[in-house]
């Protein structure tokens, strides 16, 4: 079992930055895919970033690509997701998520585990 826990969020003007992180626990963070989703009120749950558990693949969704940047830290078994240029569109509640054994299920939105989310609000 993979615990995630997610911080950072909050409340930013338009224009503003914001960094997000990921804290796992319960199986070695190393092997461990690694994305974040989020869902608007109203809509879906969708797809924003991802990277494989050695960091040699990253993916974005087109609306976020040149402002957030995933990363990861295998020492301090967190996951960031810096978030640049926000605007109102990307007011939402960000989860974290997690697998152990394929990365296209994290992009795909499948994966084995997800944090609870936090609340992220872009004020224009």
């Known amino acids: 079992q993979v615990h995630l826990v997610e911080s950072g969020g909050g409340l930013v003007q338009a224009g503003g930055s914001l960094r997000l992180s990921c804290t796992a626990s319960?199986?070695?963070?190393?092997?461990?895919?690694m994305g974040w989703f989020r869902q608007a009120p109203g809509k879906e749950r969708e797809f924003v970033a991802a990277?494989?558990?050695?960091?040699?693949?990253?993916d974005y969704a087109d609306s976020v690509k040149g402002r957030f940047t995933i990363s990861r830290d295998n020492v301090r078994n967190t996951a960031y997701l810096q978030m640049n240029s926000l605007n109102a569109e990307d007011t939402a509640v960000y989860y974290c998520?997690?697998?152990?054994?394929?990365?296209?299920?994290?992009?795909?939105?499948?994966?084995?585990?997800w944090g609870q989310g936090t609340q992220v609000t872009v004020s224009s």
């Open positions: 998520a997690a697998d152990s054994q394929v990365y296209r299920w994290v992009v795909a939105g499948a994966p084995g585990y």
């Open positions: 319960g199986r070695t963070f190393g092997r461990l895919h």
């Open positions: 990277i494989s558990w050695s960091a040699s693949s990253t």
